[in-house]
């Protein structure tokens, strides 16, 4: 076991809420919106006489879908509104798919919320640029939805998204009302597509260069593949923004989210605790490193 | 012709380069416009240009009988287009049309060649220079290609 980790029952974590981290509390499905083919957003509510709990920006819950199992999923709704947990999950196995089954008023579990945050109050005043890949938009959601409600206290705020094609566009309808009422500067680019495309068509990276931003001022989230992670981070970089001010988002095989089990362990960090947001100069030589 | 120097000058593609080579690139070089909709070239015809987008926006596609036209790169003010007038036979690979009006410089291929291989200093600052457009042409390609959005293949929950 890690230096410093508790042992369950013994000296058990607390989660930031008070409540026993590792009891799944009664929630049930207030609606289920289908983005894509295979993913879903699910609007959550507790059971009548269970009280909902503040969240951050870029934190998860654990999903437990009764009889099946549990999985790791980040809040995407807005902070603001944290009596509706909203989380978007992607149906590629049996958790996900026994989520996406459920149906309005469908009962599950959640433990949470966990994890660290995307640094929103310290990126006042800067220029802010998220960059997300396929479903990584999902955990940026919430700290798009707090820097768009404080927006006078940010310079300018660039949303730079890649995903396979443009059918596989996450939350379409809202960015098109944030991109039209908001001071948010949308790009969006997928991997491919057929003519009736009228956007951009190349990887997420390639429009790194192309925005205005004020690199010695910005601070970068970034969230998706952690290949394409790993690529954005150098064009950042390339552009100026260094790495203390370029944040990450790590997926790892999350189980306790406590950092206990030690699934999720990268070298001295457990995602789970630790992350799963992180600046990009305290992981940057762990995520290179093959063998953790 | 000439005129176009000051302007070409301005562009990160030909930073660093000497007035008197950016001179002899300036010889070959035009202003053109498409239309939106117009073609800017197609598979298999002679590669005699590369483009430098000043305004507007041009669709690079991939013909596909059983899917159409697939658009796999597109491209905007500021990026350059086109590199097959470099590499023999000088065909195009790909088609390409302008998704909105569109104005760029054209620069002429053939012309450019000529001039390489009279001038090596010019066809080495030339060769490096689009060694850098066709690495990160490649980079592009291979995230592609990696299909990084699909679902993941290990660990599904």
């Known amino acids: ?292 | 012709m000439h005129d176009l120097q000051p302007l070409l000058a301005t562009h990160p593609f030909f930073a660093g380069l000497e007035p008197t080579t950016l001179a002899l690139v300036a010889g070959c070089a035009s202003n053109v416009k498409f239309d939106a909709g117009q073609r800017v070239f197609k598979e298999g015809e002679e590669a005699n240009q590369f483009y430098i987008v000043r305004q507007g926006r041009i669709a690079v596609e991939a013909f596909s009988p059983t899917h159409g036209p697939l658009v796999i790169q597109t491209v905007e003010e500021g990026d350059i287009l086109g590199w097959s007038w470099l590499v023999a036979p000088y065909k195009w690979r790909f088609d390409a049309h302008a998704l909105d009006l569109t104005r760029a410089i054209a620069l002429d291929g053939k012309c450019l060649r000529e001039k390489c291989e009279t001038d090596h200093d010019l066809g080495y600052e030339l060769l490096k220079r689009f060694a850098n457009v066709i690495g990160e042409r490649l980079d592009a390609t291979r995230l592609q290609l990696l299909d990084l959005y699909a679902a993941p293949a290990g660990r599904l929950k």
């Not at chain 1, 995407?76 to 009596?83: A, Y």
């Not at chain 1, 992607?90 to 660290?116: D, I, N, Q, S, Y």
């Not at chain 1, 919430?142 to 996450?170: C, F, M």
């Open chain 1, 1 to 292: 076991m890690t230096s410093g980790a508790a042992v369950v029952g013994e000296d058990r974590p607390a989660a930031p809420n008070g409540a026993d981290p590792m009891r799944p509390r009664p929630y049930r499905v207030q609606r289920i919106e289908h983005e894509t083919s295979d993913t879903f957003t699910m609007h959550l509510v507790p059971e009548v006489g269970h009280a909902t709990f503040p969240f951050r920006p870029g934190q998860f819950n654990m999903l437990y879908a009764p009889g099946v199992g549990e999985v790791p999923i980040s809040i995407s709704g807005d902070p603001s509104l944290p009596q509706v947990l909203v989380h978007t999950t992607r149906a590629v196995g049996a958790v996900t798919k026994a989520l996406g089954r459920l149906e309005k008023g469908g009962a599950l579990g959640v433990r949470g919320p966990f994890g660290t945050a995307w640094p929103v109050e310290e990126a006042e005043g800067s220029d802010v640029v998220f960059v997300a890949g396929g479903i990584g938009l999902a955990p940026l959601r919430p700290a798009l939805h707090h820097v768009l409600e404080h927006r006078g206290r940010y310079g300018r705020v660039v949303l730079l998204y890649g995903t396979r094609t443009p059918e596989d566009i996450l939350y379409a309808k809202q960015l098109r009302k944030w991109r039209a009422e908001l001071d948010l500067d949308v790009h969006v680019t997928v991997d491919r597509a057929t003519r009736d495309w009228r956007g951009n068509v190349g990887v997420v990276t390639t429009l790194i260069s192309r925005v205005p931003f004020e690199a010695r001022q910005t601070v970068a989230l970034v969230c998706g593949p952690e290949v394409m992670m790993r690529f954005t981070v150098l064009e950042l970089e390339r552009r100026g923004v260094s790495a203390d001010r370029i944040h990450v988002s790590l997926e790892r095989n999350m189980k306790c989210a406590v950092g206990l089990c030690g699934h999720c362990q990268i070298g001295p960090l457990f995602v789970c605790r630790d992350g799963p947001v992180f600046p990009h100069a305290r992981v940057r030589d762990l995520v290179s490193v093959r063998e953790v």
